[in-house]
């Protein structure tokens, strides 16, 4: 069957790179932090990643509020030291890239689609996520996409609807022109709601092969 969408969309995290938010959470919790607050859906911690994920907050913001979850030990660490472990920890969430997947993806634009990113991401983690790109290929996200929709950018996430009107807006694409590939079951759905074709991957998978009779 020919693919025929004219704009591909994909999430980064667990789609192109790898992600393991448990190492993370683990590494936290190492620290002293309650595994509780870690874990709640609504939690105050969880609200304050998503401002983060918003640009709502700077880095230096979102670090001093997980240094006041740890026990008073850590606060004998000087203040730029702790500041830098705790941005170790965020970023060992981080994986790495699938050069088939990034293969895959340049087949795509040469066959005439357009390919987009649209990321729940932070100022935390993108300077690392670029950084293990060059690692691995010697160019940035932006060579590899003709597109970048980045949360904390555009001060809106996902699954909120209005990212995803945005991006359709600066594509000037109707839905249906589009196809969305996410590791989030809530985000897909707020994809088709839409009335654009989601693609529901499994974390850190292998989807290379739903495009194999292109």
Known sequence: MSFEKKIVIFDLGGVILDIHVE???GALVALGIDSAVL???NSPFNAMMQRFDCGEISCEEFYDYIASLLPLWAHDIPAEELRERIHEV???MLGSYDRDKLHRIEELRNRGHR???LSNTNEGHWNEIERRLYFAIGAHLDDCFDALYLSYRMNMRKPGKEILLELLKSEGA???EC???DDS?????AARSLGIEAVLVERNSLWTDFFMND
């Open 185 to 189: 079951k809530e985000n897909c759905d």
């Open 23 to 25: 190492r993370t959470f």
């Open 179 to 181: 196809i969305f590939f």
């Open 115 to 117: 390919v987009v990113l």
């Open 39 to 41: 874990s709640e859906d």
């Open 90 to 92: 965020w970023n060992m």
């Open 174 to 176: 109707h839905p249906d």
